[in-house]
């Protein structure tokens, strides 16, 4: 699925990152607030919102451009993409972040980077898997 392994969350220690939802599904503004709230919570306690790359295994300094309006949906999770801006490489990325619901709570799970620069890492099938996307080869 991401980066995490299924013990891990992304929740730095401490904090609480759910946000109550009305009791059965949640409505696509109440993903994208959690989602919105995580990041400004990550960005309170760590003073920067920031993902290690699984590509290049560099850690990454990202800002917000926009919470995409989509929100899809997988089994139990909750999915929107996110704009974001590298504040090192100056780089495009479309990050995508799962949010876990239940029993009306709201729970940001993983987060992993969708695209850079436009190019996608990933794709996805008709039932929502991840489906990897071989490199682009950049010509000389």
């Known amino acids: 699925q991401g980066g995490l392994e299924p013990a891990e969350s992304l929740t730095p220690p401490g904090a609480a990152a759910s946000s109550p939802a009305a009791v ?19 960005e309170e306690d760590e003073g920067a919102f920031t993902l290690e ?17 989509e929100v899809g949906q997988t089994d139990e999770l909750y999915s929107a993409c996110t704009d974001m801006k590298d504040a090192k490489t100056g780089e495009s990325l479309d990050l995508d972040f799962d949010v876990e ?11 992993t980077i969708h695209q850079v620069n436009g190019q996608p ?5 008709d039932a929502r898997n991840r489906v990897p996307v071989a490199p682009t080869p950049t010509t000389p």
């Open 53 to 69: 790359d699984e590509v290049t295994g560099k850690v990454r300094t990202l800002t917000l451009d926009r919470v995409h309006d």
């Open 24 to 42: 059965g599904e949640p409505s696509p503004e109440q993903v994208r607030q959690t989602i919105l709230d995580y990041i400004a919570m990550v």
């Open 121 to 125: 890492r990933y794709t996805y099938d």
């Open 101 to 111: 619901s239940w029993d009306g709570e709201l729970e940001v799970v993983d987060a």
